[in-house]
């Protein structure tokens, strides 16, 4: 190991507390990421990166021995690691002080057969809408957050939503109202965006999804269809309110100092 690699490991087994974070072992250490769905790059294999370059990776992580984090790994993490390995898609979202700007770095694995089959998506969906391949990512990624924020809402409302047991009152409150201004301010943008989302939510429902032999079809076989059929992708009418709507919330979010 170079002298690079070996000084960051020690400062980063000293930053992770410097032992095992279940049993207090200090043998055979290992880097385990607290929540797997986090996970961009494994730290192990970047030492020789810049220090700047590692620490929001390595403030995810904790310390494990070798018998721990096997542990940990097959019977609490393998259902998120499998999924995980399907993931394609992956959007980093951060303010660039340097350019006063706030981004979203979005990105697709063309390795994987599923984002193989979205890039096909996407340049059909480009064609069609006279968009380009990165305004219909940015689309896609909108309505994504949307979406959620729709169904977050909509459940409040009913009192459905799964806060956790020791939420107070007050934060419930501080979200709702984020929620509710965020929801109303959509509203007066466009209320046909709105309705579609609305319509929309129940695709967000776990029990929807293992009910619904549709959500059981392989993605490429989707994709291939709705190319067949000439078939548009959810919000994808509203394109040009969503891109427009996402420079309103990145001026938004610098007035406000982000």
Known sequence: MST?????WFWIVQRLGGKCARCGSIENLQVDHVDPRTKKFEVKSRLSYKRIKLIEEVDKCQLLCEPCHKDKTYNEDWEIIKEKKNDFLHADEEYLPLLGEYHVNLSIDGEKRD??????YVEFRAKKTGNTFQEIMV????????????????RMVND????????????RQRLFSKLEKEIANLKSVSQGLYD????????????????????KIPFTKVVDYKIKNDDLHLCDKW??????YFKDMRAHLKSQGF
Do not use: C, R
Not at 4 to 8: I, L, M, R
Not at 115 to 120: D, E, H, V
Not at 147 to 153: D, G, R
Not at 160 to 171: A, G, I, Q, R, S
């Open 4 to 8: 690079v690699k070996e000084n960051n």
């Open 239 to 244: 394109i040009d309110i969503t891109l427009t």
């Open 160 to 171: 459905d939503f799964p806060w956790l047991p020791d939420t107070k009152e007050e934060v």
């Open 196 to 215: 579609e989302l609305y319509d929309s939510i129940h695709i967000l429902d776990p029990e929807y999804i293992k009910k619904d032999d549709q959500m």
């Open 139 to 154: 689309h896609d990624h909108i309505v994504h957050d949307l979406l959620h924020y729709v169904a977050w809402h909509d």
């Open 115 to 120: 984002g193989k089959a979205y890039i096909k």
